[in-house]
Nanobody, 126 residues
Framework: QAQLVESGGGLVQPGGSLRLSCAAS????????IGWFRQAPGKEREGVSC????????YYADSVKGRFTISRDNAKNTVYLQMNSLQPEDTAVYYC???????????????????WGQGTQVTVSS
């Protein structure tokens, strides 16, 4: 069955960096756009970034633009989220999700996503 497993979360000081990984299995990875979402305590889930299935086009929420970079390695069925200049407001559980989408663009509307991982905690604190 389809599975997404996130890793790479942890505790980091403000201004620091983390790289999250999302390893996929059980479905045709190349047919799916992959998105990253996050949910902080007491807040709604927020779309962070996505990468398309076809040409690797990307999208970033304004809150992370210029600080986060999403990439994918189709040979490894893995998507990465490089997070730089982390701030306390980035603290959340981060989820990756897969959207069956052969278009050249992706979106971060969570309702469109078919498969979800269990999440990895990212805490930014001094």
């Amino acid at each position: 069955q389809a599975q997404l497993v996130e890793s790479g979360g942890g505790l980091v000081q403000p201004g620091g960096s983390l790289r999250l990984s999302c390893a996929a299995s059980g479905f045709t990875f190349n047919y799916f756009a992959i998105g990253w979402f996050r949910q902080a305590p007491g807040k709604e889930r927020e779309g962070v970034s996505c990468i398309s299935s076809s040409d690797g086009s990307t999208y970033y929420a304004d809150s992370v633009k210029g600080r986060f970079t999403i990439s994918r390695d189709n040979a490894k069925n893995t998507v990465y989220l490089q997070m730089n200049s982390l701030q306390p407001e980035d603290t959340a559980v981060y989820y990756c999700a897969a959207d069956f989408n052969l278009q050249a663009v992706c979106n971060i509307r969570s309702v469109n996503y078919d498969y979800w991982g269990q999440g990895t905690q990212v805490t930014v604190s001094s």
